[in-house]
């Protein structure tokens, strides 16, 4: 209508406003898009840069604190000869417990999810109950494993029953990434491996199990690296403060690293060293963690495979 | 004639021959396996739920729902509102630093991004993900509290500010990579339609995607608001243990993760009413995060488009 009516009145004049008009109109657009784009570009490194200064502060206040006596000493209150010999060896122990314990149940939940039960409602149901038992707070498995391995099954503080309620919490990431590489085993190999009469055990074990085994391990390996950087609940397991010695049973009192870490920082206010030693108990937890991930990522890409 | 049963009688042999019993035990062995984790929800829910019932037999409602909170004084008070207060304010401050970092990150990875940066720049907010929370609680307390120390004179030692600026920091992570996953999913149909309008890249993104997206970026942050609310270590270490009821975010305060560190690092004996505290916070932490979830769960099943 508008532009009938320009039109009637000047029809060369209308035609250069309108031009500028729009010109206008799509150099602001354009300059909207572009200011946005640089935006959202500069969010994203903020996160990073945040990540930077997180490693860079934690690099700097560890120099000079780790070194061969750090890593190979007993604790000590005096800083100059605290040592996180017994950490290291409390989280190995850890692993020892936790692995068996996730790769045997889990890997067995999702075969079970995967080749026997994929539908109907028992299978929907652990469904349901896995991804809800994921979101649960860590400090709630505390609380579980306090009053079920800490005092149900009195083993108190013990590496074993750290381990267990590190198991449980975990068990949904490795269930799930074992789906997934279960799931990935391509369907003619099942078919091939039952139509030379193979039972279903069989060839769950000969053929879907090493197909799968890649993937499982890569998730496994990420499900630990969770375990190892986990404080609450062994916190609320009740782990005590101080432990100069060195576990030797799993049913020994233990520190983890990221206990110690813990510790030292909450007593950074009456010595201040502690948080050197906090900081380089951290550069030795980032660095395992990096490893195992670089492991993890090394698995999946040198033996997944493609079909 | 002859032959044809013959073959059905080396068939038949054969299956005789075959471990059928591994074959039917098998199932039975991974169903157990499978039901741990229904049963360690079980076992959660009841723990909570009995231990909880001793508390409130001992504790009235009354009490427990109040501001005063003094489980240590000789004439203890269990008031969970202070607790519930700092869990929120912290949580809020995680969610105004990761919302709209988080939110525009993903539109930059997922809409403005090339391949190559999209590939770098994705596992770098990852390892963001990846480090352990006790690890944020460091860096908390040891250098983003003094850092705003500097620009709020007033700001405590240990206060809720710095606690929950780390933690949106640690959510961040979350926020982005469900985000983009949703913005992904949108067809490349929709966004070529807006382009053949001559639409620039922020209004596709504005106007089309996310309003294609929606649900799956609102799960995304009510899924980050649970893991604020049941993260541990950070607001532990960094926000202190003050029990006061207070809105002042330059104040310490306690949440419900950091009260059942405290008191299970602490001396709550068993059987004391202090240590049936721990589950009767703990059942509230626990209801809040699965009421959460249960949310988020809803939202992308109920308003997600199909395409």
Known sequence: MMNYEIELTSKEADKAYKIDINKKRIDHRILLNNIAKKAFFSSMIFALIVLGLLLYRIGVQSIGWIDLQFLTGKLSISPEKAGIFGAII?????????????????????????????????????????????????????????????????????????????????????????????????GFLREASNGMGADKWTTIKKVVLPVALPGILTGAILAISRAIGETAPLVVLGIPTLIMRVPKSFMDDFTTLPIQIYYWTLDTVLTPEYANLAAATIVVLLVTLFLMNSVAIFIRNKYQRGF | MEQKTNVRAIIKNNFAKKKRTTDKAMPIFFLVCASVSVITTIGIVLTLFTDAYKFFQKVPFSDFFSTNLAPLSPEPHFGILPLINGTLLTSLIAMAVAVPLGLTAAMYLSEFASDKVRRVLKPMMELLAGVPTIVYGFFAYSFVTPLLMKIIPTLEAKNALSPGIVMGIMILPLVTSLSEDAMKSVPEAMREGAYGLGSTKLEVTLKVVIPAAISGIMASFVLAISRAIGETMIVTIASGSSKNFTFDITQSMQTMTGYIVEFTSGDAGSGTTGYYSLYAVGLMLFLFTLVLNLIAQYISKKFREEY
């Open chain 1, 90 to 186: 409390g989280t190995v122990g850890l692993i020892c417990v936790v692995i068996p314990v996730t790769l045997v149940i889990g890997v067995s939940t999702a075969i079970y999810l995967e080749e026997y039960a994929t539908q109907g409602k028992i299978s929907g149901f652990i469904k349901v109950n896995l991804s809800n038992l994921a979101s649960v707070p860590s400090v709630i498995f505390g609380l579980l494993g306090l009053s079920l391995f800490g005092r149900f099954f009195n083993l108190g503080s013990s590496i074993l029953a750290g381990g267990l309620t590190l198991s449980l919490l975990v068990l949904p990431i490795v269930v799930v990434s074992s789906q997934e590489a279960i799931k990935a085993v391509p």
